[in-house]
């Protein structure tokens, strides 16, 4: 369960995949975008914020840091920062990841324009769409606002038009910035499928090839329903984005050592 602390303002975070040892994939990429939203919420991260969350990560490993394990996305690690600069770290079991899933829609939470696509201290309403998704016994929550897919709540929904082109909401939307996303969109550009931002509208979503989420947590899954009713009929961007991920993940210069 998400830690919300009450306005948008009030925290930032990330969540990124962790070995369950000391290192954390693609933390560049998440300090980085912690940065840039902390930035847009008006939050000053503390000087020695990376040493600080070295610190918890240290506090929370399994066993000590083998660099000759192999290192997999075997949970998350949940990065807060604090208004008053107060710094937690948390970490969570991944439960489904790379699977066919089912969904259901939920009314997306708005934001003004510059909370609109960060990581901030007001998440509730994410966590309790999940937690309606699962009471109804579906696996995510896809959020819509005026007849549009813009988000979902754990994870990036990208839809693949009948002319294999992927689309995805745009920030402004009120989408949220992936980092599994920014992996993912270059390495599918050279597989000949253009990747575009937009409104992903009923129409779009109806006609989809194919709807994937794509996230740090849940990797790549495959939408098959949403609210009951099977959509699209191929697997063919699915593979393709499991396939680069795995590649990513297998690379150890994706994963950070943090061992303080």
Not at 199 to 204: F, T
Not at 238 to 257: F, G, K, M, Q
Request: charged fraction near 25%.
């Amino acid at each position: 369960m998400v830690d919300d602390v009450g306005n948008p303002r009030d925290a930032v975070f990330t969540t990124a995949a962790w070995d369950g040892r000391h290192s954390l994939a693609d933390w560049n990429l998440h300090l980085a975008r912690m940065k840039r939203h902390s930035s847009r919420l008006r939050i000053q991260l503390p000087d020695d914020f990376e040493q600080q969350v070295a610190q918890h990560v240290s506090q929370l490993a399994a066993e000590p840091e083998d660099a000759a394990v192999e290192r997999n996305p075997n949970c998350l690690m949940r990065i807060q920062c604090t208004a008053g600069g107060k710094v937690t770290v948390s970490s969570r079991s991944i439960d489904i990841r790379d699977e066919d899933i089912d969904a259901i829609t939920q009314p997306a939470p708005r934001w003004m324009k510059k909370i609109n696509g960060t990581k901030h201290g007001a998440w509730k309403p994410y966590s309790d769409a999940l937690a309606t998704a699962q009471s109804k016994g579906a696996d995510i929550a896809l959020l819509v606002h005026e007849y549009a897919l813009v988000d979902a709540d754990r994870a990036t929904p990208v839809v693949l038009d009948e002319d294999g082109t992927a689309w995805i909401a745009s920030l402004d939307e009120g989408g949220t910035e992936s980092i599994t996303l920014s992996i993912l969109s270059p390495e599918l550009e050279k597989h000949g499928i253009p990747v575009h931002h937009g409104r992903l509208n009923e129409r779009l979503v109806a006609r989809a090839e194919e709807i994937v989420a794509v996230g740090s947590g849940i990797g790549v899954c495959q939408i098959i329903s949403i609210d009951g009713v099977d959509t699209g009929h191929g697997s063919a961007l699915t593979a393709l984005c499991r396939t680069i991920l795995a590649e990513h993940y297998a690379d150890i210069e994706t994963w950070t050592s943090l061992e303080a």
